[in-house]
């Protein structure tokens, strides 16, 4: 969520962060949450350059969604992949759990 958000604004010229000291590394744990979110406009937020380079990923992000969003399988490919790694996910945890190495070996 937090890297979603801040790609979003990131096109229109900001610095949006939530929990910004999320990774940190000290004693207390918590510090990682506080500030709650960071809101601040880019310095480079009229550089031409970066106008050209936000615009080209805006552009790129558009049409990617369009041509992905145009095949009728795509999504129907998206939900039987999702069912399948969650399938397997689910079978490696239950083998996990049950002390099964190899899948084959399964009563």
């Known amino acids: 969520m937090r890297l979603i958000l801040w790609f979003i604004l990131f096109h229109f010229g900001f610095e949006f962060w939530l929990f910004p000291n999320y990774f940190i590394d000290s004693n207390n744990p918590l510090d990682s949450f506080i500030p709650f979110l ?9 550089d031409f350059r970066m106008l050209v380079l936000r615009l080209a990923s805006a ?4 049409y990617g969604a369009r041509e992905f969003m145009h095949s009728e ?7 039987s992949t999702f069912s399948d790694v969650s399938n397997d996910v689910f079978e490696w945890g ?6 099964i190495s190899d899948p084959s070996q399964a009563i």
């Open 94 to 99: 239950q083998n996990k759990f049950l002390g």
């Open 59 to 62: 552009a790129a992000i558009v």
């Open 38 to 46: 960071e809101f601040d406009k880019r310095d480079d937020m009229f």
């Open 73 to 79: 399988t795509s999504m129907d490919d998206v939900y």
